[in-house]
Each structure stands twice: as C-alpha cells, then as structure tokens.
C-alpha cells in the first residue's frame, strides 16, 4: 500500500503563488502514477495534473494549465505542485493521489484511476 501526506497550503493573494507537497511512503510507491485533485463545496473532485513516475512525463486540466507545474523528487519520494498566478477559483482542497500497481495505463486523469489518497491540504486564494 502507499500513504500519503499533503501539505504547503494556506491563504493567499490572487496572483500570488504556492507549492504544495506530497510525501509518500510505501513498498509501492516506485510502481505509481502520482496526480494531484482538488474539490470545492459542492462541486464533484476535479483533476489538476499528473505526472508519470518513470519518465516524468506530466498532464495538466485546461483549467490550470501555464500557472501549475507537477514534479516529484524520486529521492525524497515526494511530488510537488507549484501554483502561479493563483486565481479565487482556484480554491478548494487539494488532494494528492497514487496509482497502484494494477489499473489504468497512462494518461491518467480520473480519480476512478487512482487506488490512493491523502487527506487534502486547504488552498484558499483571496481577491
């Protein structure tokens, strides 16, 4: 199995910036597709990116793309989320989420694809 710990988030100006990280431990970490959701007050969960863990190749929503950028750290087993220009629509919680071993093949943009998730991080951009 593979858990996971989200944190960096917090309150922020419009148009300001914040990286989120994910920590990750477990034998099948190494074998994972990481993507990064996020969901508001009564809206449905919502895919961010996604990032290929051997390759690193990544996939962003529309929605974001040109403000977010999806790394990870196979060292420090951790993934990151590094938001610009943050926008009041932008806020919800943010949740990081590991693919097992067995599943979906790349790409990856469903939250039905992932086997594994962190309890989210609060992003709140004010205006």
């Known amino acids: 199995q593979v858990q996971l710990v989200e944190s960096g988030g917090g309150l922020v100006q419009a148009g300001g910036s914040l990286r989120l990280s994910c920590a990750a431990s477990?034998?099948?970490?190494?074998?994972?597709?990481m993507g990064w959701f996020r969901q508001a007050p009564g809206k449905e969960r919502e895919f961010v990116a996604a990032?290929?863990?051997?390759?690193?190749?990544?996939r962003y929503a529309d929605s974001v793309k040109g403000r977010v950028t999806i790394s990870r750290d196979n060292a420090k087993n951790t993934v990151y989320l590094q938001m610009d220009s943050l926008k009041p629509e932008d806020t919800a919680v943010y949740y990081c989420?590991?693919?097992?071993?067995?599943?979906?093949?790349?790409?990856?943009?469903?939250?039905?694809?992932?086997?594994?998730w962190g309890q989210g991080t609060q992003v709140t951009v004010s205006s």
């Open positions: 477990g034998r099948t970490f190494s074998y994972s597709d």
């Open positions: 990032i290929r863990w051997v390759g690193g190749s990544t």
């Open positions: 989420a590991a693919k097992g071993p067995y599943g979906s093949a790349w790409p990856l943009s469903s939250p039905n694809q992932f086997d594994y």
